[in-house]
T-cell receptor, first 115, second 120 residues
Framework: DVKVTQSSRYLVKRTGEKVFLECVQD?????MFWYRQDPGLGLRLIYF???????EKGDIPEGYSVSREKKERFSLILESASTNQTSMYLC??????????????FGPGTRLTVT | AQKITQTQPGMFVQEKEAVTLDCTYD???????LFWYKQPSSGEMIFLIY??????QNATEGRYSLNFQKARKSANLVISASQLGDSAMYFC?????????????????FGKGTSLLVTP
């Protein structure tokens, strides 16, 4: 079974803090994704990575950065947390290759509160 | 522009009845894939069913089927014989074909979701 794990289920941080959200997958997937989920807005893509050290911006990258130094790990970084970044953050991974007709496997999510 | 539209914020259905959750999509890419996910109150995203744009037949997975109408750009999820455990948020999502300049073809665009409540 594919497993995607996230470092914390719940996190509370103060405004201005630097925040790291970690995601690890154990199936050697090429592609990894970070989404945020807010009520009434669905899931919105923040960043994704299709290979080690490769990344592309999603729909809402402002205020975030990412790091992928190893294939299995994809980190989301909030450089200076703000209250409008309070949200549920979901990590996902999927195999690469031609076609791309693969489901995305999701982690359990991190509910981040910025006070 | 919204690429995936789910027009039903909330739905009710009685146990054992069938229910249809609507999804329309917008793309000019001939190659795309459509996904449905379920998110119970526990928060995990559970993959339900997939339909490729070139698939001739509607996808089915157990009690789930996807009513794919390509000309209308709709991909409605049908749940037959609803169960209490089907109460959850349901998300429709689309993967568009890979672009020539990047590997971005694997990212999904999600709709805003439909909250389904199954009543006894």
């Amino acid at each position: 079974d594919v497993k995607v794990t996230q470092s914390s289920r719940y996190l509370v941080k103060r405004t201005g803090e630097k925040v790291f959200l970690e995601c690890v997958q154990d199936m050697d997937h090429e592609n990894m994704f970070w989404y945020r989920q807010d009520p009434g807005l669905g899931l919105r893509l923040i960043y994704f990575s299709y290979d080690v050290k490769m990344k592309e911006k999603g729909d809402i990258p402002e205020g975030y950065s990412v790091s992928r130094e190893k294939k299995e790990r994809f980190s989301l970084i909030l450089e200076s947390a703000s209250t409008n970044q309070t949200s549920m953050y979901l990590c996902a991974s999927t195999p690469g290759g031609a076609g791309g007709d693969y489901e995305q496997y999701f982690g359990p999510g991190t509910r981040l509160t910025v006070t | 522009a919204q690429k995936i539209t789910q027009t039903q914020p909330g739905m009710f259905v009685q146990e054992k009845e069938a229910v249809t959750l609507d999804c329309t999509y917008d793309t000019s890419d001939p190659s795309y894939g459509l996904f449905w996910y379920k998110q119970p109150s526990s928060g995990e995203m559970i993959f339900l069913i997939y339909q490729g744009s070139y698939d001739q037949q509607n996808a089915t997975e157990g009690r789930y089927s996807l009513n794919f109408q390509k000309a209308r750009k709709s991909a409605n999820l049908v749940i037959s014989a609803s169960q209490l455990g089907d109460s959850a948020m349901y998300f429709c999502a689309m993967r568009e074909g890979p672009s020539t300049n990047s590997n971005s073809g694997y990212a999904l665009n999600f709709g805003k979701g439909t909250s389904l409540l199954v009543t006894p």
